[in-house]
């Protein structure tokens, strides 16, 4: 069995996100070789600064879909092969927003990426524009075993912007994911850049370790230079998006700021 620590073997990990620009059948598409182009600048960015993962998402798909069409799962596919292919000693991943993990692990399985995220996976929610999301971690852990064994799946729980339908303290929903499969739990603040209060970082680790296994938390949200050393010491790693971001291109400055203290926090 593939575990966090055996593609992320550094403390704190960090995997910083690629906003793709849209994809095919949305406004404002630029055309396959440029959202690649755009997803390798990215890359030589935070592989620079020896960022741990990359995650690479299609953000700016406007309004997003719940389900991915085939010409967004083909975009994807061919974009994340060619950050795959880079190999700039840096770990790939994937994730089809809003929420289509099982499109996301056909991704993987085609590309050679190693990991997904899964905006929802035990958590009854609903969102507004979007109602009720589909649960079936049994279901998807069987759906990843057969085409794409190996793919992490780092799991959101109570994620941003969704009510919960069946409300639970967040060590339960962290819990249950653990035991469901989730290769890492995630925990995000109320909105994008927003930061998770320390307390629910410390709820999920609980909520972990009670489900008897041994899983990071990672902050989804909200992480920056400033807060880093705070909220890592309370968790196991991040994914950071937009606090990387300029402009809507991954920035070289903030990546090496943030790097910069997540260096001082692994050395002490």
């Known amino acids: 069995m593939i ?30 070789p440029a959202l690649v182009a755009h997803a390798l600048a990215d ?37 994340t092969r060619s950050v795959v292919s880079a190999r700039r000693n840096i770990v790939a991943g994937c ?13 993987a399985a085609a590309s050679g990426a190693r990991f997904i995220r899964s905006d929802y996976f035990v ?25 794409a064994a190996g793919v992490l799946i780092l799991a959101d729980i109570q994620v941003k912007y969704a009510s919960m339908l069946e409300p639970r303290p967040l ?26 209060r320390l307390d629910h970082l410390q709820e999920a680790a609980t909520g972990v370790a009670a489900s008897g296994n041994h899983i990071p938390v990672l902050i989804g949200s909200g992480l920056t230079a400033a807060n880093a050393r705070k909220l890592l010491d309370a968790c196991d790693g991040a994914i950071v998006g937009t606090a990387l971001m300029r402009n809507g291109k991954v920035d070289a400055h903030a990546t090496a700021a943030l790097m910069s203290e997540v260096r001082k926090l692994r050395a002490s």
């Open 95 to 107: 994730e089809i927003l809003l929420n289509d993990p099982r499109a996301s692990l056909q991704v």
């Open 171 to 196: 060590a339960e929903s962290a819990r249950l994911a653990s035991l469901c499969g989730a290769d890492a739990v995630v925990v995000t603040g109320s909105a994008t850049g927003d930061a998770p």
């Open 43 to 79: 890359l030589d960015v935070l592989a620079g600064e020896a960022v741990d993962g990359v995650l690479v998402e299609n953000e700016y798909d406007r309004p997003h879909q719940v389900t991915a069409s085939p010409e967004a799962i083909a975009a994807m596919t061919e974009i």
């Open 123 to 147: 958590d009854r929610m609903s969102r507004p524009g979007y109602g009720e999301f589909h649960i079936d971690p049994e279901g998807l852990i069987r759906h990843r075993n057969r085409i």
């Open 3 to 32: 575990r966090f620590v055996d593609i992320f073997p550094s403390p704190k990990a960090i995997i910083g996100v690629v906003h793709l620009p849209p994809l095919p059948g949305f406004d404002g598409h630029p055309g396959i």
